[in-house]
């Protein structure tokens, strides 16, 4: 694709001073280093599962709302107690299968709870009090009466002693002794705490880093600081989910035709050949003047917030519907948060001759400033166009981090003044990589630079250095000859 130097990527700050193939994907949930203990919060609808975690973690990273079915994917983040690591992993709710059409996404955030349940050291069924027992709850306990692993009930919704002696009722469902708790309060959380770090099964304290936080690239430590991120965007029902459980080899998201199936960023780790690399699958996003629901707009904001902390990010565009307003803003948003840009166009295999046509030359022209991305023609269904991903993701990163050294820079820079001026006597006196992550320049001058000069200086450096899949930041400060 043509690159058009009017639409470059290029970034200005302006200071005045005195002076590998597909068999290389791998199985979800992998984790560098040795793997936490997990517990799993499990339970029916709206008994405030996600209040837990986020009791659990001391801050608010799952999306809680008043209504159920809120949660639908599971979602795994590192919390500590008592100076001891572990994963909690909050689920939707679990309810029993149904052979209705119409309830197939229940049936999909059903498993999604089942596997959590499987997969778990410990698992912490939450139930209401308030309510009593209930049916489901029942059906959830008979499948946790199953596993080998310790199993305890958390009374949730225990506010004050009136509520005491609901727990009770709860010893029916045959797991043991209910835990009373208030998840909103913090009321009884720690005492839960004591018993769930007592049964998990022991590990290294801070061995291993947040390996699935709602918003990227999240409290890293040491072991993760250069793990690739890699955040997957676009509008609602492109296929990201797909590609995410593709990439990850795994049904990690809930995937269903409806728009806005995924409510939050989720995050898995997964080895490649690339080594171990974060991939972040967001919630669709929309205009905000279109976003009427408070769910779905800390969906968004918990969508831009993995924009702004990924390293890479992949834009999902339908190729069936085409590039639209939506996606040039996504891409926008995207080009400003300073992260390289590859655009999938998924479905491919859907278009026709004709139709292929039409959007390449919709590309060039409607996606112009981000025009040095790399565009890949994809099915995320069936997996075709996905082996030439990693590629360019290595590329992209290598990019991203370079490092160049001075002489080369200040060289590069006089012979593309020498080639083409500036007017009025502007020059670059002097020129240093001031940062990588994405490579930033800074430009000694002797007096302002035209931005149209500074755009030509930036593909300059990308000639000279095939810096051709990342942004390039420029900032400009006049330093006086005398």
Request: hydrophobic residues 40%.
């Amino acid at each position: 694709m043509p690159r058009n130097l009017a639409a470059s990527r290029t970034r200005i700050l302006i200071a005045v001073s005195a002076s590998n193939p597909v068999s290389g994907l791998p199985k979800a949930n992998a984790t560098p280093g040795v793997p936490l203990p997990t517990v799993a919060i499990v339970g029916r609808p709206n008994v405030g599962k996600s209040t837990l975690m986020n009791r659990i973690l001391g801050r608010r990273e799952a999306i809680v709302a008043e209504h159920p079915g809120v949660t639908r994917d599971r979602k795994a983040i590192t919390a500590s107690w008592q100076a001891q690591d572990f994963t909690v992993v909050d689920t939707g709710g679990w309810l029993p299968p149904s052979n209705s059409p119409g309830e197939a996404m229940d049936d999909k955030v059903s498993a999604q709870s089942e596997k959590a349940m499987a997969d778990a050291d410990v698992v912490v069924l939450v139930v209401c009090t308030q309510t009593g027992v209930t049916g489901d709850d029942e059906g959830v306990a008979a499948k946790l009466r199953c596993r080998s692993g310790p199993v305890f009930v958390a009374a949730n919704k225990v506010d004050d002693e009136m509520h005491q002696s609901a727990i009770w009722d709860f010893t029916k469902l045959g797991l043991g002794h209910p835990f009373p708790i208030s998840a909103l309060h913090g009321i009884g959380v720690g005492d839960l705490l004591d018993a769930c770090m007592s049964a998990l099964p022991q590990a290294l304290p801070n061995t291993v880093a947040n390996t699935g936080a709602s918003t990227g690239a999240v409290q890293t430590t040491p072991v993760d600081a250069a793990m690739i991120s890699v955040a997957i965007l676009g509008r609602p029902n492109a296929g990201k989910s797909t590609l995410f459980n593709r990439l990850v080899g795994d049904e990690r998201s809930v995937v269903h035709d409806q728009p806005g199936t995924t409510r939050d960023s989720i995050d898995t780790v997964a080895h490649t050949h690339l080594g171990p690399v974060r991939f972040v699958d967001t919630a669709g996003m929309r205009r905000r003047a279109r976003i009427d629901d408070a769910t779905e707009y800390y969906s968004l904001l918990r969508a831009l917030e993995s924009v702004d902390r990924c390293d890479i990010a992949l834009l999902v565009i339908d190729a069936t519907v085409g590039i639209t307003h939506q996606d040039q803003r996504l891409a926008e948003r995207t080009d400003a948060a300073g992260c390289p840009i590859v655009v999938l166009l998924n479905k491919w295999d859907l278009l026709t001759t004709e139709a292929r046509e039409s959007i390449a030359l919709d590309i060039e022209r409607r996606l112009h400033f981000i025009s040095d991305a790399a565009v890949l023609r994809t099915s995320a269904l069936s997996g075709k166009g996905i082996a030439k991903l990693f590629p360019e993701l290595r590329q992209a990163i290598e990019q991203y981090r370079r490092r160049i050294p001075t002489q080369a820079v200040n060289k590069a820079l006089r012979d593309a003044q020498a080639a083409h001026p500036a007017p009025d006597g502007a020059r670059v006196l002097y020129a240093t990589q001031g940062a990588s992550d994405p490579p930033t320049f800074t430009l000694f001058a002797n007096r302002t630079l035209p931005r149209t000069y500074l755009r030509y200086l930036e593909r300059s450096l990308r000639e000279a250095f095939q810096l051709t899949n990342t942004p390039v930041k420029l900032r400009v400060r006049r330093r006086s000859l005398q």
